[in-house]
């Protein structure tokens, strides 16, 4: 791959990845801690576990793609509350983030093998694909948990 190759690419996922934080901010704005924090079932995630969740999980992919070195508490993502205004700064931090890295993507980042975390290696774009599709995942759970709470009986 070449660097217009990879540029395009880049700048493909930049505009996935802008989508994907501007839906989350959407989705969390205007909500009560209680609203955000509220889980439908005991198993269940609250739309704030899945924010800071997927927030981890792109951050820890996107450095592991640049090989960046990356520390993070994969589980205490499960057990955090938040309120508004908190889960939208986390996600205005890490969309300036993921932007950096994204518009600094090179051929290499995108082709050659990236360990991450203590998961076998995988190209970058693997990496950077699969972890959109992981983001969307938790958005449709989002949308999904908004619906069930403005349903409560």
Do not use: C
């Amino acid at each position: 791959m070449d660097q217009e190759g990879a540029k395009t690419i880049a700048a493909t996922l930049g505009k996935l990845f802008a989508d994907l934080h501007d839906s989350l901010r959407e989705h969390v704005r205007g909500l009560d801690p209680g609203t955000l924090n509220w889980s439908p079932l005991p198993k269940a995630n609250s739309i704030a576990v899945l924010v800071t969740h997927t927030i981890g999980s792109e951050l820890e992919m996107i450095r592991s793609v640049r090989t960046i070195p990356t520390q993070r508490d994969r589980e205490s993502e499960f057990k955090v509350e938040s309120d508004e205004k908190r889960l939208l700064e986390m996600i205005d931090q890490a969309a300036r983030e993921v932007d950096e890295h994204i518009a600094a993507l090179t051929p290499a980042d995108l082709t050659e093998l990236r360990p991450r975390g203590d998961r076998p290696p995988r190209p970058g774009i693997e990496w950077l694909i699969s972890n959109y599709g992981h983001a969307r995942e938790h958005l449709a759970q989002i949308e999904l948990t908004k619906q069930l709470y403005d349903s409560r009986t």
